[in-house]
């Protein structure tokens, strides 16, 4: 099974369309036409043209090479409609309907005859229970929620156990003005689960980073496999630390498994953890837009004392070390900046300066140092030194961390700069120090995961 | 007996097996036990002891008794025997138990070991339905259940792995030795906690639970085994390659 037909597609059905407004299969369509391929919409009771296209019957009676459907019929109509695409040639369906196996022993009939039909026509279903996936970069909108062409092409994929949470990790992209290669909620992962989806993305070239939430899955190993095979960085969040046994089945039909054993295998798998949706975008930023670190050790250089009191500590607590800088460092950085503040680590300027970029270069030139972190508030007479921090990543070979504050609208140029020269930049000293101190776990993790591949091919 | 404590307890239709049977699957994979003796008279018992030398314990060994501690009132563990009358005094207590509960049981006699000179530790493996094979490494005694200071691994890991789950522990300060105490041999200890894990991944094994290990300096010895076999005998018998070498 490969999933390029879903999310790769020539052309799109949309079964189930309707020209009824505030329908699924209103917005369905309003959302899908967006793509800038063909699009039909089919429904028997459809009469004339929706978005310019003329209703069809069936998928069976559309002249084209259709590769995706997306299913906005109710529950119990799906086994049929999944039937009749297999006929129809098409390999990738999207199920929105709920009601399958997170509803009772009925829905789990329903679910396996959607994927018994499924599995006769070699057809891959997204779903059943999720409100879809996107990927802006294509307008593919096979959501129907709204908001969804507003979501900015980035190079994080998204991957959610639920299809809410992962929009809000889409939205939360799109106002850190990030954005994402695609985001895809899985719901009740019928035949399309985290390893198919892993393996799809791990392939895609406009992927440079992949994100998880993961609610529960019966196949953990095969979770924790995918993700060591991947040779783009993973993140996971796995919910479920308390007691939330109950909910999460009623929700994808899942039993949330030991949070332990998750959290463990993640880390013996290679794959650094987070506790938090944001902290899931921030990290996936550093790892996607930075060299890989060699070690866990943190270059902090702050222009405010207080940030970087705030940053040395979270780092630390993290899993991060603040290694002394070599003496040859000190002297440089004295050499720049005589009367420096503090010159260990972090090296606290006082202040912005012109030398500001220089100081940041002596750290990051320092062999001790495997991640740098600065940060500063701004400060419009100096902007941020940007002519340094170009390219400075890729030629140390080193993750460079940037953090600020100031009235958005005076960075605003400074910052899309930054943007351009594709420094990962945090918004608070806290997100800042908690994305260094992720890519020091991920560094500590790498070695041992490559050094089991063997094992992985079992 | 046969040499596979494994197909021993299925040949018998059993899912658990005897504390000897665990040991002796244990030993063939290269985890060290106390040496023991399974006796069915009170004779073969003492002759067993004069060998293994005093002190030493005994144990109820029967598929119908698990928790030997909590059974027949006691009856179920003697420790600290130092002498010939001692030894026939407790499986007198043994036999005598059995008969009441009408259930067939042997005695395991066993060398005594000072476990005030380690720290118990204790190691799991179990067959998660989810993860499959995973190994469990924590502080054993009685602090296992207030501190929950435990690590977990997805089997089957290398010694590094092993090394890193025991150092990830609280209790790993004590191990590391403490007010002028001698380190624990962690390296044996790990070796534990890799066996552990392979033992679970080759063999059909539900739970298997060495607990507790007594880690020292001298190194790493498991003093008790609970082994309970897969309710599903579909698992690959073929990948029993562990259970099949057990000959001691």
Redesign the interface.
């Known amino acids: 099974m490969t999933l390029q037909q879903m999310f790769d597609p020539a052309a799109v059905a949309v079964v189930g369309a309707s020209a009824t407004e505030g329908k699924i299969g209103y917005e369905a369509m309003a959302n899908a036409v967006e793509f800038d391929g063909p699009v039909y919409p089919v429904n028997p009771s459809g009469e004339g043209r929706l978005f310019g296209e003329a209703f069809v019957d069936s998928v069976t009676d559309i002249e084209d090479d259709v590769d995706l459907a997306l299913c906005c019929v109710p529950g119990a109509a799906t086994p049929e409609v999944i039937e009749e695409c297999g006929a129809a040639g098409i390999g990738a369906a999207v199920i929105y309907a709920g009601g399958f196996a997170e509803a009772g022993e009925e829905g789990e009939r329903l679910q396996e005859a959607v994927v018994a039909a499924a599995d006769r026509h070699d057809v891959s279903l997204l779903g059943p229970n999720t409100s879809g996936f996107v990927v802006p970069e294509r307008d593919l909108l096979c959501s129907f929620a709204s908001g969804a062409e507003k979501l900015p092409a980035g190079n994080t994929a998204v991957i959610a156990q639920s299809g809410g949470v992962a929009h809000a990790l889409a939205f939360q992209s799109r106002r850190q003005g990030r954005g994402v290669s695609a985001m895809v909620g899985l719901g009740n992962r019928a035949n399309v689960g985290f390893t198919e989806t892993i393996d799809y993305f791990d392939g895609d070239d406009r992927t440079d980073a992949i994100v998880l939430h993961v609610e529960?899955?019966?196949?953990?190993?095969g979770l924790?496999e995918a993700c060591r095979a991947s040779e783009t960085p993973v993140v996971a969040y796995k919910v479920g630390q308390s007691d939330v046994g109950a909910f999460a089945e009623s929700h994808t039909g899942a039993l949330t498994?030991?949070h332990?054993?998750y959290t463990?295998?993640f880390a013996?798998?290679g794959v650094p953890t987070v506790d938090a949706t944001d902290d899931l975008l921030d990290a996936a930023a550093a790892l996607a837009d930075s060299p890989a670190p060699a070690g866990p050790n943190v270059g902090v250089v702050t222009a405010q004392a207080g940030p970087g009191i705030i940053i040395s500590d979270r780092i630390q607590r993290g899993g991060g070390r603040l290694p002394e800088l070599s003496s040859e460092t000190q002297q440089r950085v004295d050499e720049i900046l005589t009367g420096v503040t503090y010159t260990g680590n972090p090296v606290d300027t006082g202040r912005p300066m012109p030398a500001f970029g220089d100081v940041v270069t002596a750290v990051a030139e320092d062999d001790g140092v495997d991640i740098v972190l600065v940060y500063e508030l701004y400060e419009q007479a100096m902007g941020f030194p940007v002519e340094a921090l170009s390219g400075l990543a890729e030629r140390v070979g080193k993750p460079i961390l940037f953090s600020t504050d100031g009235i958005e609208e005076d960075m605003a140029d400074d910052l899309s700069a930054l943007a351009d020269a594709g420094v990962p930049v945090f918004e608070t000293p806290e997100r800042a120090a908690d994305a260094a101190a992720v890519l020091a776990r991920y560094a500590g993790m790498a070695g041992?995961a490559a050094g089991?591949e063997v094992?992985a091919d079992d | 007996m046969t040499d596979d404590p494994i197909a021993a307890a299925r040949a018998d239709d059993r899912h658990t097996l005897t504390e000897a049977e665990g040991k002796r699957l244990l030993a063939g994979a290269g985890i060290e036990t106390p040496p023991f003796a399974v006796c069915e008279t009170a004779e073969e018992a003492v002759e067993a002891a004069e060998e293994i030398g005093y002190p030493v314990v005994l144990k109820v060994s029967s598929p119908s008794v698990t928790h030997k501690s909590e059974w027949g009132g006691g009856a179920g563990v003697t420790v600290g025997v130092t002498s010939a009358e001692g030894v026939r005094t407790a499986v007198e207590r043994i036999f005598e138990t059995a008969t009441e509960q009408d259930i067939d049981a042997d005695v395991l006699v066993e060398a005594a070991m000072d476990v005030d000179a380690g720290t118990e530790v204790i190691v799991g493996g179990l067959r998660d339905p989810s993860f499959g094979p995973v190994v469990l490494t924590g502080l054993g005694g009685v602090f296992t259940e207030v501190f929950e200071d435990t690590s977990h691994r997805i089997a089957p890991i290398d010694h590094a792995e092993a090394r890193a789950a025991i150092e990830e522990l609280q209790a790993a300060e004590l191990l590391a030795g403490y007010r002028g105490s001698e380190p624990a041999d962690i390296e044996a200890l790990a070796e534990v906690v890799a066996t552990v894990g392979d033992l679970v991944t080759d063999n059909p094994i539900a739970e298997l639970d060495v607990n507790p290990v007594l880690v020292s300096a001298d190194g790493a010895i498991a003093l008790d085994a609970l082994v309970v076999l897969d309710s599903d005998s579909a698992v690959d018998r073929e990948g029993g390659t562990a259970a099949a070498e057990v000959d001691r």
């Open positions: 529960g899955t019966d196949d953990g190993r924790l498994g030991d332990e054993l463990a295998g013996q798998y041992p089991q094992v």
